[in-house]
């Protein structure tokens, strides 16, 4: 094992873990924020920089720092390595500059969007973002294109963390969808526009950290925080059925994969559970889904209800209820 310390905590790890890994099994306010790095799928990484780190000391055997900033979802642990995030004010000067980067281009869509209120970079921006845009210049556009029925593809809003290309090529049998063209004119397309219809193309959806890729089932029928994400399953012989249910009432409003507590999908769903199975009957629901408590998500939703107490105006006492 590995002893690396983060932010002044120290931490046990096996070799090959990356300083993210690491800082993920400590937890809380310390581990970096990734845009485009994801766990389940190889190869992502390395392409947003939001999750750069400062490295004080390189290992026990080279105590020496780093000279620049790393990506901490790339840059494997060192025994002995003692790393700064958000007790560095470097490390906090440079998230801002890229958060800055990030929108550069990005629009104004979070009143209309459907990710609002579930977007990574929502909560980065507030938390690092700058109150108003130090630039003028008039922002990229994109035609908009067609990639099927039941994707909404907006090319304005993405960042090209590369998420949904590594999806379509590790989890389905055949991508048509990828990275056209260089440098600032790089967009997400489909060759001669083809249409992106395989059995577990919705996971994209899931993956995007913007609301580049949305659910055109669910399309401005409501906000996030108006459903109730329900736990619940069926029978599915292409996945594993298990899924989060959104409900207003007894309706459900779209059906998402069960997402970890980094934001990470536990269990790719396919097509059919995702936008066809859309009536209550067909689910068995499990009950509510835990969510982050600082998530807009948890406005006015109870974990425990309590029943309130009996006040005996007359004897001048009050009975808890337990």
Not at 27 to 34: D, L, R, S, T
Not at 144 to 158: E, T
Not at 180 to 190: A, H, K, N, P, W
Request: contains cysteine; glycine residues 6%.
């Amino acid at each position: 094992m590995l002893k690396v310390t983060i932010d002044n905590i120290p931490v046990d790890v096996e070799e090959g873990t990356t300083i993210l890994q690491a800082a993920r099994k400590i937890g809380g306010e310390i581990v970096p924020p990734a845009m485009c790095y994801y766990s389940k799928l190889a190869g992502s990484g390395g392409k947003c920089r939001t999750c750069l780190v400062k490295v004080v000391v390189s290992s026990s055997k080279d105590p020496k720092p780093m000279n620049k900033l790393v990506a901490s979802c790339s840059t494997p642990v060192q025994d002995g390595m003692v790393v700064q995030n958000i007790t560095s004010q470097e490390v906090l000067e440079a998230r801002k500059a890229i958060v800055e980067f990030l929108l550069i281009n990005h629009p104004l869509d979070c009143p209309v969007c459907d990710q609002a209120g579930e977007c990574d970079l929502q909560d980065l921006s507030f938390q690092h973002g700058m109150e108003e845009t130090r630039t003028d210049e008039d922002r990229r556009e994109f035609a908009p294109i067609d990639i099927g029925p039941f994707i909404k593809l907006h090319m304005n809003r993405c960042i090209l963390c590369y998420r949904c290309v590594y999806v379509a090529d590790q989890i389905t049998d055949k991508r048509v969808h990828g990275v056209l063209y260089r440098s600032d004119v790089s967009e997400i397309s489909t060759y001669i526009e083809n249409v992106i219809e395989n059995d577990f193309s919705g996971n994209v959806i899931d993956v995007c950290p913007v609301g580049a890729l949305t659910d055109r089932t669910f399309r401005f029928k409501s906000r996030v925080w108006f459903l109730k994400p329900m736990d619940a399953h069926r029978a599915c012989a292409k996945c594993s059925g298990k899924v989060t249910a959104w409900m207003f009432g007894k309706e459900i409003y779209r059906i998402t994969a069960r997402k970890d507590q980094f934001g990470e999908v536990e269990d790719f769903i396919c097509n059919e559970c995702r936008f066809e199975k859309k009536d209550l009957n067909e689910w068995i629901i499990e009950g509510p889904r835990k969510i982050k408590r600082q998530s807009v998500i948890s406005s006015n939703h109870y974990e425990k209800t309590i029943k309130p107490s009996i006040i005996h105006p007359i004897e001048g006492t009050m009975e808890k209820q337990e």
